[in-house]
């Protein structure tokens, strides 16, 4: 038990939080460790991020990365937390994160920087960042997008936890049972894994253009995607398989 367990199965990644004795917080090493698991893909098809222990994904940041910092120490911190939550989030393949019970903080964040979100009815998300004295950042800025601006406003200036049919749909993309957790997870797999790799890394770097730039920029851009991928041998051999 310790840093984040990694381990290749069938062409995915799967990255497990293993400090199960304190909900699995993490650390600044964990998330080192998790930010190089994801920078180096070769021949990986997919990242699952898990948790151990059926407590918890993740309780967020062990509250004693805080402990008597100073805003340089500050920015430090949170500039770790950027760089793996950003690096999840702009991976070229899919991302999933399997949640079972407490998903907070910096864990919240890590788990909507992934492409989807499968979910245990007992899980409980939140931010409670505020209840530190100190606020919810970085990839907390995704949630209006997930679920709207007043439920985000009530999640971050609360501190509240909520479980997932407390919050709007959209955020959990499957909520099943703890039994099928892991067969909900894999059925997802098959389906993010089944297009081209190619035509996923493009489709996702769209989704950050989508959300970064203007409508008629993001429309522009989205044409010269489109045809750039006609120059890929997987393209043509998918439009084959697909006329068949």
Known sequence: MGTPLIEDVGGARWITLDRPEVLNAL?????????VAVDD?????AVVVAGTGGRAFSAGMHVDTFRDANPDEGRAIIEEVGACVGTVRLAP?????MIDGYCLGAAFELALACDVRVATPESRFGLPEVKLGIPSV????LLVHHVGLSK?????????????????????NR???????RDATEGFLAALTAPTREVIAAQKALFETWLNVGLDDSIERSKRVFAEVFAEEATREAIARYRR
Do not use: H, N, S
């Open 175 to 181: 909520t099943v049972p703890r039994p099928g957790l």
């Open 27 to 35: 650390t600044l090493d964990d998330l080192r460790a998790i930010r």
């Open 41 to 45: 893909l070769d021949g990986v098809r």
């Open 138 to 141: 970085v990839e907390a800025a």
């Open 152 to 172: 985000a406003k009530e999640l971050i200036l609360t501190g509240a936890l909520f479980a997932a049919d407390e919050l709007p749909p959209g955020l959990v």
């Open 93 to 97: 393949v899919p991302t999933i994160a």
